[in-house]
Every structure is written in C-alpha cells, then in structure tokens.
C-alpha cells in the first residue's frame, strides 16, 4: 500500500507516536485509519464493519490512556483491527488470517498491546477486572478497560462481571461500544456536554458534597436523588449500570474525537468503577457496509468501488446451506420443531428458517448456556428443539449440555457447525474437542456425517430419537453428494464398509475407519494401500458389530477423525477393542495435543497430515510400505 495515501498514518508506528499529535491531526488520522482498514480488508477477506466502526474510539483510548501499561481487552476482538495498526501492525496487516500471519483477533503472544486474547465474547469485563484488581495488589497504577459490544452484552458472564465489579475498588473502565442506536443531530451537542459534566471533578464532587450534606435529613437526600436520576434520563437510557455500582457516563458520540477525548480524560481522573457508554455505527465512512453491515461483517476479498458482487451459484452446498434446507423441510413436515440460535442466525444457515417459521425461530443472543437451557426447557413440554450452534461455542455451555439436557435425557437435536479446523479464525473458533467432550455424557449420541448427502440424512435420524443427539460437519461445502430430496434417515448407530481390501496376504490386511468428512481422504490414500475403508458415521454409539468384525478379518487399524485425538473417535475404538479382549495395532489420525493456527483449511489439514498423502505417508511409516494396488483397482468415488 502507498505511503502516499496514508502520509500521517505512515509516521505512526506505536502509540507514543500518536500521543504526540494535535486534536486535529488526530482527526485526519482516523480518516485516514479508516481507509486503510477498509483498503486492507478488501485484499485479505476479514471483519470489516465492525472495525470501521470503532476507529475514532481506539485513536481516543490510545491517545488518552498509557497503553500498554493501562490494559484495553477488545470484546469481540473482532473490532480490534485498528488497534492492530496502530500498535506497530499495520505492514503485516496483508498476512492478516493466512498461516504465518496476523490473528484476526487480539492474541498475546503477538504484541504486548494485545492485553488478552478475545475472540469468544463477553470475556472482557471479568478480564479487566482481573487485570485492575492485580496492578492494586502489586501496588501498580493502571487501569483496566473492557471495550464490549453491544451484543456481547446480552451474555450472563457480562452481568456476572458487573455484579462483581460493582463492589471492587479497581481502575476499571468498561465502555459500551453501542451500535445498534443513533444520536439525533439536535441534542448531540448536548449529550456531549453532559458526557463531559458527569464525568468531570466538579460534577462528581458536587454530586459526593451533595450526598453528605443531605445524608442526616434523608427524604432530602432521596429526593436528591431522584432529581439526578430525572435529569440524566432525559438524554440516557435507564441507570441499570449505576444500580450495579457503576458511575455511569453517557451516551456519547463514538466517532466524535472533540467528544471522546475530553470524556476520557475526564474518567481518567476519576476513582472506582466507570461505565462510559459510546454511540458508534457500523460500517462508519463506507456507506456501502453501513447500509448492509451485516453483509460486511466478514466479508472476503472484493473491489471497495464496486462493493460484494454475489457470486455466481456454486455447484456445490455448502453443509451449513445443507443444514438450512433440512430444518425447512423438516419444520414443514413437523410442526412441533423450533430453531433456536445464540446470535447465529447467518452462520448458522437459519436466515431461510426465520423467514418461513418466524414463530417458531428463537434468536437468543450471545447466550450459549441460556440457549442449551432454553431447549431443555421447551423440550420439556413436548415441543422438538434444534439448536443450531458452532462447535467452539457449545463449548461455553458445556455444564448445560450435561445437566440439563443430557441428564435427564430429553430429546435436544444439536447441530454443531464448524466442526474441525475452521481456517482463517484459527484455534479459537476451531471445533476440535466436540467428539471427545460429548461422546463421554451418558445418553448423547454424536454422528459424524462424511458428505452433504449423509449430513441431511443423519439430521433426520438424529430427529427421530427421544434422547439428546449432536450431528458434527464442517465449514464450507463437502465432496458434492447431492443430498436426497426426501426427508430419509440413516440406521441409528450404524457404519458401513467402503472399500474392501483386494488383498489377502498374510498378516497386511489394513483397515481404516473414518469419522466424517476425512472419508475421502481416506478412501483416496486406502488406492495406493489396497485397505480396506469403514465410514462409522457415528462416534457415539460406536458400531461394535462392524468394529469388531474388521477387527477379526483385518491385522491392522487406523482410524481418522477431524477432531483431536485425546479421547476422540480413535480412542472410542481402543476402548471398544479393549473391552472385547481384542488386541490389534491401532494408528490413530487426528488433531494433535496442541492449537492449530489460523490459514487455509486445505494447508492446515495437509500439515496436520489429514490430507490423503498425509494419511498414506503415516500409516507406511507406522505399519511399512505396502504394495500399491491402484492401477488394478477401480477408482471409488
């Protein structure tokens, strides 16, 4: 990129740099800012409206507070783009979500301005407040600042943080970064004086004289304070935040630097909890992402002139599209099933579903556990929930999974989207552990479909139990098995063999079952091998019958999931093994003990060696060469 478009963003290469410019270079840094992040973006694919919205707000933080030494935690660390540049970032930022390159979200082995890592939401307050409440104890003077979203807000964890926050003596500066409003031109300026007067010394030492002057005569002292709280509700929302101890500020102008300064420095000076609620849009100065910034949230590589150009219809599904169809049709047929999100209605292939069901779609917002609670409460009552959620995040609600859906056994259908390695978000949105974490509850099941076909199958057969069951598939389009038109099912627990060996030399029967997607691989490396290939299709309940008689016919066994191998699919079927008394060789194939970083899913399953010459090469060095059998062999497909 041209330094030449950028000439006063070019010169500031850390904080300190910006710390020394006048308000008005600041403003033309932010414009600038502002087209370098969208430029950026537009080559590298990313989150994009949320950044452009918080670029005046990170200047004003940066130029206000002495970071790093006061910690920021982004919340979602989506937003944190701006941040990035400005803290010695910007020339990597076209590595930005490729392997080797800049995290799409704060990560603290990669700057020390990257305070804590937050790309699960509604962290940032408990993390701030952590981080203040150890510089107290350390005898260390900073501060803490949780900068949350408004939908991270709609969390438990967020009013856990609060309530405790409330009552602590911390430098702690939580700010609402508000999107979802607007400030009407005619009291802007208003708002911003009273920004300034409540969170300047005269205000709040007037507002302390006050309360001990009329504390002795308390009906004075309560009218006092029904006076201030009439006075600020004229131009703020309902005092929630000072209920829980917070000295609430607000709301200002997110993108107005002649605001947001003069208010922090303001808060800067004052002592205990603060709460500074900011008004920003989304998509700020790209009018294109502020009139569809939902369509510019993560959009991928595109001309910022011409804006997203649809793509032309791709020959394949997508599983998530895959997903989206069979909830329609099987809403259709069964009217007592309801789709239920936690604020994953794009991703998770519901837009289609809330259209045609709205009555029966339920967007709980950025409540994981809430969401896993909730349908245990409806399917209580008879009615058939689908909980459409990303593997990572059922994560956060994995108490729920257990207590209140899977002990007492009620039929919750939980599709897990991106499952296995996710690409460009990296470790932190990567569905890793689901095989492992749910195979251990009793009485949930876990399919493991290998193409899109079998996703919309196994969905159903999921459906038609009366117990808890997950069905795992992956981000973005399988091999392109058309699914069936009809809503069929798959037998419930049940695999099926492939691919048979076509040799019966002694001792070199090999066979590999695969768990999902990995299939194909699979089935592509078993050519070169002459092995024979099992799809198990399900983790849990685990096809013993099928195990056990490719384990009395076969010599040797490798199994191959997309998930981690510490206690997976691989190990359900040493255990199976195991209680049989039957002793076999087993390879196991999967992700390691370790986090994958962010880049292209293809690269990232080739270095985990996940690919079909990635399976071969591992099995020949755990069991020897083997003789290639496909020449002789008709291709599978």
């Known amino acids: 990129m041209s330094t030449n478009s950028y000439p006063l963003l070019t010169t500031v290469n850390d904080p300190a740099d910006l710390r020394r410019l006048s308000r008005a270079d ?34 004003a933080l940066h130029k206000v ?16 783009y701006p941040h990035k540049i400005l803290t010695g970032r910007r020339d990597r930022m076209p590595s930005l979500r490729q392997l080797g390159g800049l995290s799409g979200f704060p990560l603290r082995t990669e ?5 804590f890592g937050t790309a ?49 003596d911390a430098n702690l500066l939580v700010i609402l970064n508000d999107n979802d409003m607007s400030i009407s031109p005619p009291v802007g300026a208003l708002n911003r004086y009273l920004a300034q007067l409540m969170s300047g010394q005269f205000y709040a030492k007037a507002r302390d004289v006050g309360k001990q002057v009329l504390k002795p005569v308390p009906p004075l002292l309560e009218l006092a304070k029904r006076l201030e709280q009439q006075a600020k509700g004229m131009v703020v929302p309902a005092t929630l935040f000072e209920k829980f101890g917070f000295n609430y500020i607000g709301p200002i102008d997110g993108h107005d630097l002649d605001s947001l300064i003069p208010t922090l420095e303001n808060i800067k000076s004052l002592k205990g909890p603060q709460f500074l609620h900011v008004v920003t849009k989304k998509g700020q100065g790209y009018k294109l992402a502020e009139a569809d910034p939902v369509a510019y949230h993560g959009p991928g590589k595109f001309d910022p002139a011409v ?46 579903f809330e259209r045609r069901f709205p009555k029966r779609y339920y967007d709980v917002g ?16 008879g009615v058939k929930p689908v909980v459409a959620i990303y593997s990572t995040f059922l994560q956060r609600a994995y108490d729920q999974l257990i207590h209140d859906v899977a002990l007492q056994n009620l039929p919750v259908v939980f599709a897990l989207d991106r499952a296995g390695l996710v690409g460009a978000d990296g470790a932190t949105h990567a569905g890793a552990y689901d095989i492992a974490f749910v195979r251990c509850i009793p ?30 598939y992956p981000r973005g389009a399988g091999v392109g098995v058309k699914p069936l038109e009809d809503l069929s099912s798959l037998p419930f627990g049940k695999g099926e063999v492939r691919r048979e060996t076509q040799s019966a030399e002694a001792g070199r029967r090999l066979a590999i079952l695969a768990f999902g997607t990995l299939l194909y691989p699979a089935l592509e490396a078993a050519q070169a091998l002459d092995a024979t290939v099992v799809n198990m299709r399900w983790a849990k309940p685990l096809d013993t019958e099928l195990l056990l008689e490719i384990a009395r016919t076969h010599d040797e066994i490798v199994t191959v999931e997309e998930g981690c191998i510490m206690g997976g699919a691989g190990s359900a079927v040493l255990e199976a093994l195991n209680a049989a008394g039957v002793v076999r060789p087993v390879l196991q194939l999967g992700l390691p003990d370790a986090f994958i970083e962010h880049g292209d899913p293809a690269k990232l ?33």
């Open 26 to 59: 600041l403003k033309t840094l932010a414009n600038e800012l502002r087209a370098f992040v969208l430029e950026s973006v537009s080559k590298t694919g990313g989150h994009l409206s949320s950044n452009l919205g918080t670029v005046e707000l990170t200047v």
């Open 307 to 352: 804006g997203l150009v649809k793509p032309a219809t791709p020959s394949k599904q997508t599983f998530t599209q895959v997903f989206g169809d069979w909830l329609c049709d099987m809403a259709a047929q069964d009217s007592r099933l309801v789709g239920i999100t936690p604020a994953m209605r794009e991703g998770s292939g519901l837009v289609e």
């Open 366 to 381: 950025i409540a994981e556990q809430h969401a896993v609670t909730f349908a245990a409460g409806m399917a209580c009552e």
């Open 443 to 472: 009485n949930m099941s876990m399919a493991c479909p290998a193409d899109e076909r079998e996703c919309r199958q196994l969905l159903t057969t999921a459906y038609e139990q009366d117990h808890p069951v997950a069905v795992r």
């Open 120 to 168: 699960h939401s509604s962290t940032s307050i408990s993390a701030a407040l952590g981080m203040a409440l150890a510089s107290k104890q350390k005898g260390e003077n900073r501060f803490g600042i949780a900068v949350i979203g408004d939908g991270a807000m709609t969390a438990g964890m967020a009013f856990e943080a609060l309530n405790n926050a409330g009552v602590a």
């Open 605 to 637: 399953l080739s270095l985990q060696g996940l690919d079909a010459a990635g399976i071969q090469a591992s099995i020949e060095k755990r069991f020897g060469a083997r003789r290639s059998v496909a020449a002789a062999t008709p291709k599978v497909a």
């Open 65 to 80: 507070f002495s970071t790093p030494q006061d910690r920021i935690v982004w919340d979602v660390g989506h937003q944190s």
């Open 111 to 115: 700057s020390e301005y990257d305070t």
